[in-house]
């Protein structure tokens, strides 16, 4: 609904102005992430490098021709930088310290 909007009023398929789908891919990136700093900034830059540089699958997904193409990318970029982030977890325990 929001996604079919936002294209609809900034007449493009991913308006800068329209910031929930960085807002969920992120919430996305920390979800069940213990809350510490240290991997807020290091799931932080992950995100923003994922949802900048849009590696494949990613890219992907943008260049559907779908309206939700707004939110699937940031969504991918967010699943993605959470498993590293679980990955970094595991292999450092000591950083969630």
Same mark, same amino acid.
């Given at each position: @609904?929001?996604?079919? =909007?936002?294209?609809?009023?900034?007449?493009? /398929?991913?308006?800068?102005?329209?910031?929930?789908?960085? %807002? &969920? &891919?992120?919430?996305?990136?920390?979800?069940?992430?213990?809350?510490?700093?240290?991997?807020?900034? $290091?799931?932080?830059?992950?995100?923003? $490098?994922?949802?900048?540089?849009? #590696?494949? #699958?990613?890219? @992907? @997904?943008?260049? /559907?021709? /779908?309206?939700?193409?707004?939110?699937?990318?940031?969504?991918?970029?967010?699943?993605? %930088?959470?498993?590293?982030?679980?990955? @970094?977890?595991? =292999?450092?325990?000591?950083? $969630?310290?």
């Amino acid at each position: @609904l929001f996604c079919r =909007a936002a294209a609809r009023v900034y007449e493009k /398929s991913d308006p800068q102005k329209f910031v929930l789908d960085e %807002t &969920g &891919g992120m919430l996305i990136s920390l979800l069940w992430i213990p809350q510490n700093a240290v991997l807020f900034v $290091i799931g932080f830059a992950c995100f923003r $490098i994922l949802d900048s540089w849009k #590696p494949w #699958p990613i890219i @992907l @997904l943008q260049n /559907s021709k /779908s309206h939700f193409s707004i939110m699937w990318d940031d969504i991918a970029a967010g699943i993605i %930088t959470n498993i590293v982030l679980h990955v @970094l977890i595991r =292999a450092y325990p000591g950083i $969630i310290y």
